[in-house]
C-alpha cells in the first residue's frame, strides 16, 4: 500500500541522512532510520516503509548493525503479517531473516517469524503452514528466543480453543528454559518464567503458573543490578497480585507483597505500590496494603 503520507516520510527521512557528510554517522543515521520505519510499517499495516527500510539496508557500513536492522524488518513484516493475515507477508518474513547474522540475531528475528506463521496458518485454516510453525520454532538457536516462539504457538493454539495442544506447546516452552545451560544472564530466564507463569494461568494450569513465578524469583533474587531487579520484580510481584485474584489464592497476594520489597528503584517501587495498593484495597486486604508503605 503506497500513499503520500509514507512517501513523504520515507523521502524526508533519506534527506536528513542524506545530509549527513560522515559515513559513519551517515551510517547510524539509515540503521536508526530502519527501526522507525519498521515501526511505522507495523502502526499502519503499510508495507511501503518495509520496502523502502529494505533498501536502506545498503546505505548501513558495520554488518553487526545491518544484520540488526534486518531483524527491525523481519520482526515489522511478520508483525504486519499477522494484523493483515498475510500469508505471503508472512514467508517474506521468513525470507528475509537469512539477512541476520547467525546466531543471537537469526535467532530473534525467527522468534517473530514463529508467530507469525503461526497465527496466520491458524486464521487461514492451513494446518500445514500451521505445523510448519513449529518446524521453523525448532531451528532457533538461542534457547531464550526458541522458548518464546514455542509460547507464540501455545497463545495461539489457545486463542483457537485448542487448549490441551497448547498446554502440550507451552511445557515445550517451559522445559527449554527449565534444561538451558546457555542463558548466560539470568534476567532472561526470569523474564521468560514471568511470561511462561502469565502463559499458564491463561490456560488455566494454576500449578504450573506457581511454579514458574516460584522459579522466576528463585532466578531475580540474587541479580546485582538494581534497575535489572527492580524492574523484574515489579513484573513478577503484579504477575502474582492477578494470579492471586484469578485463582483466589491469598498466599499469593502475600507473595507480590513480598516480592515489592525486593524493588529498590523508586520510579519502580512507587509504580509497583500503586498497582498492588489499588488491587488490594479493592479485596479489603488492609492489612497487606500497609505493609507497602
Not at 539509515?30 to 515501526?39: D, E, S
Not at 536492522?69 to 525470507?95: H, M, Y
Not at 529498590?264 to 497487606?288: F, G, H, I, M
Request: net charge negative.
Amino acid at each position: 500500500m503506497v500513499n503520500d503520507t509514507s512517501l513523504e516520510f520515507i523521502r524526508e527521512f533519506k534527506k536528513n541522512a542524506e545530509s549527513i557528510t560522515n559515513d559513519i554517522d551517515r551510517s547510524k543515521k539509515y540503521r536508526a532510520g530502519i527501526a522507525a520505519l519498521a515501526q511505522k510499517a507495523v502502526e499502519t499495516n503499510n508495507t511501503t516503509f518495509l520496502d523502502a527500510a529494505v533498501r536502506f539496508t545498503g546505505k548501513i557500513i558495520d554488518e553487526h548493525d545491518r544484520s540488526k536492522a534486518f531483524v527491525d524488518i523481519v520482526r515489522g513484516t511478520a508483525r504486519v503479517a499477522i494484523n493483515t493475515t498475510d500469508a505471503e507477508l508472512a514467508g517474506r518474513s521468513l525470507e528475509l531473516s537469512a539477512n541476520t547474522e547467525a546466531g543471537h540475531d537469526r535467532s530473534h528475528a525467527l522468534q517473530g517469524v514463529v508467530a507469525a506463521i503461526a497465527d496466520v496458518g491458524m486464521n487461514m485454516n492451513e494446518p500445514d503452514t500451521f505445523e510448519n510453525s513449529k518446524e521453523l520454532a525448532g531451528t532457533i538457536e538461542y534457547d531464550t528466543y526458541r522458548s518464546s516462539a514455542w509460547r507464540s504457538i501455545a497463545r495461539t493454539q489457545h486463542s483457537n480453543d485448542d487448549t490441551p495442544s497448547a498446554v502440550e506447546s507451552a511445557n515445550k516452552a517451559m522445559a527449554i528454559i527449565n534444561k538451558s545451560k546457555l542463558i548466560g544472564q539470568e534476567i532472561y530466564r526470569a523474564s521468560a518464567y514471568v511470561d511462561l507463569a502469565k502463559l499458564f494461568i491463561d490456560l488455566g494450569q494454576e500449578g504450573m503458573a506457581r511454579e514458574c513465578i516460584i522459579k522466576a524469583v528463585d532466578s531475580s533474587a540474587g541479580l546485582e543490578d538494581e534497575f535489572e531487579r527492580s524492574s523484574i520484580f515489579q513484573t513478577i510481584a503484579e504477575t502474582q497480585i492477578r494470579m492471586g485474584v484469578r485463582t483466589k489464592n491469598s498466599g499469593l497476594l502475600e507473595d507480590a507483597v513480598e516480592s515489592f520489597g525486593y524493588i529498590t528503584r523508586e520510579y519502580y517501587r512507587t509504580s509497583t505500590r500503586q498497582t498492588l495498593a489499588s488491587v488490594l484495597s479493592n479485596l479489603k486486604e488492609d492489612e497487606l496494603v500497609k505493609r507497602l508503605a
